[in-house]
């Protein structure tokens, strides 16, 4: 089995629909993904849709999930949560919180990359957004469509976007204690996201993550493509001292990153414990 339990759609900062991400994940020879946005469970309904409409040889599994945004002493994670109920009212009051704080958030950066001479404008930037939950990838964009970077990828740095970056500006995020109460209160799962993501900025201590795993944290994402091979050995050991499972996943984003569908995978055994935790929600299969 080829399972990828980490990938984004135009609900939140990727490029492919919630229908081309079924169709991609499909089409590369996975056979689970899970959809994974910023903060919304937006692309649900498409992505389900999509999978009822599957036609030839095979099957898909879709696992329903989202990436919450979490902050812990000044520094910034993703907290990833799987099968839970989209409807429970304490978590879903957190997600729109989050999401509602994006808009001016990502307007204030808009804001200070123009008073670094960067012509990016909001008009810009909630056009490439479209309706999906603007992010640091889609004023990224709007540094590529400028010429300012040559990819997003280059967008993430002191420079510029980065949590140290001179155009920074934080958002509400959850505390990941919190994150991981509700997300269990509403009978999900949860796995700490790409947590050795050094370039990405400051990480998360393991003695908190220690700490996390005491209170309840189901994961760690040990393979990512932002995780050299020294970091994964060194993250599944870990995982295997604090009973944590270890995931793989390729934080897919269709066009707006390089990596693709199944970079990374989780090992069947793994998936199969989370569907087993998970009282929220199961997977759902197209056939």
């Given at each position: 089995m080829?399972?990828d339990?980490?990938t984004?759609?135009?609900?939140?900062?990727?490029t492919?629909t919630p229908?081309?991400l079924?169709?991609n994940?499909?089409?590369?020879g996975?056979?689970?993904v899970?959809?994974t946005d910023?903060?919304?469970?937006?692309g649900?309904a498409?992505?389900t849709?999509?999978l009822?409409?599957?036609?030839g040889p095979?099957s898909?599994t879709?696992?329903?999930?989202?990436?919450?945004?979490?902050?812990?002493?000044?520094?910034?994670?993703?907290?990833?949560?799987?099968?839970?109920d989209?409807?429970?009212?304490e978590?879903?009051?957190e997600?729109?919180?989050?999401?509602?704080?994006r808009?001016p958030?990502?307007q204030?950066?808009?804001g200070?990359?123009?008073?670094?001479g960067?012509?990016?404008t909001?008009?810009q930037v909630?056009?490439?957004?479209g309706?999906?939950?603007?992010?640091r990838?889609h004023?990224?964009?709007?540094?590529?469509?400028l010429?300012?970077v040559?990819?997003?990828?280059?967008?993430?740095?002191?420079?510029?976007?980065?949590?140290?970056?001179?155009?920074?500006?934080?958002?509400?995020?959850?505390?990941?204690?919190?994150?991981?109460?509700?997300?269990?209160g509403?009978g999900?799962v949860?796995?700490?996201?790409?947590?050795?993501a050094?370039a990405?900025?400051?990480?998360?201590?393991e003695?908190?993550i220690?700490e996390?795993?005491?209170a309840?944290?189901?994961?760690?994402?040990?393979?990512?493509v932002?995780?050299d091979e020294a970091t994964r050995?060194?993250l599944r050991?870990?995982?295997?001292?604090?009973g944590?499972?270890?995931?793989?996943?390729?934080?897919?984003?269709?066009?707006?990153?390089?990596?693709r569908?199944?970079d990374?995978?989780?090992d069947?055994?793994?998936?199969?414990?989370?569907s087993r935790?998970?009282?929220?929600a199961q997977?759902?299969?197209?056939v």
């Amino acid at each position: 089995m080829r399972i990828d339990l980490h990938t984004h759609s135009t609900a939140s900062d990727g490029t492919d629909t919630p229908t081309e991400l079924v169709r991609n994940a499909a089409g590369a020879g996975l056979d689970v993904v899970a959809l994974t946005d910023h903060d919304t469970v937006g692309g649900y309904a498409e992505a389900t849709a999509a999978l009822r409409g599957l036609t030839g040889p095979g099957s898909l599994t879709l696992v329903t999930g989202a990436e919450l945004s979490c902050r812990i002493d000044g520094i910034s994670m993703h907290m990833l949560a799987y099968l839970f109920d989209p409807a429970e009212p304490e978590l879903h009051r957190e997600r729109e919180l989050v999401r509602d704080d994006r808009v001016p958030r990502a307007q204030g950066m808009v804001g200070k990359l123009q008073e670094l001479g960067v012509p990016v404008t909001w008009e810009q930037v909630a056009r490439i957004a479209g309706d999906g939950s603007v992010g640091r990838p889609h004023i990224a964009a709007a540094m590529v469509e400028l010429g300012i970077v040559d990819t997003v990828s280059d967008a993430f740095t002191d420079e510029w976007l980065t949590n140290a970056g001179r155009a920074y500006v934080p958002k509400h995020e959850l505390d990941p204690f919190d994150a991981v109460r509700l997300v269990k209160g509403a009978g999900g799962v949860t796995v700490f996201a790409h947590p050795g993501a050094h370039a990405r900025g400051e990480t998360v201590p393991e003695s908190v993550i220690a700490e996390l795993s005491a209170a309840g944290l189901d994961g760690i994402e040990v393979d990512h493509v932002d995780h050299d091979e020294a970091t994964r050995a060194r993250l599944r050991a870990f995982a295997g001292e604090n009973g944590l499972l270890a995931t793989g996943s390729s934080d897919y984003h269709g066009s707006r990153k390089s990596c693709r569908l199944g970079d990374c995978v989780t090992d069947p055994e793994v998936y199969r414990e989370i569907s087993r935790r998970a009282t929220g929600a199961q997977p759902i299969s197209a056939v």
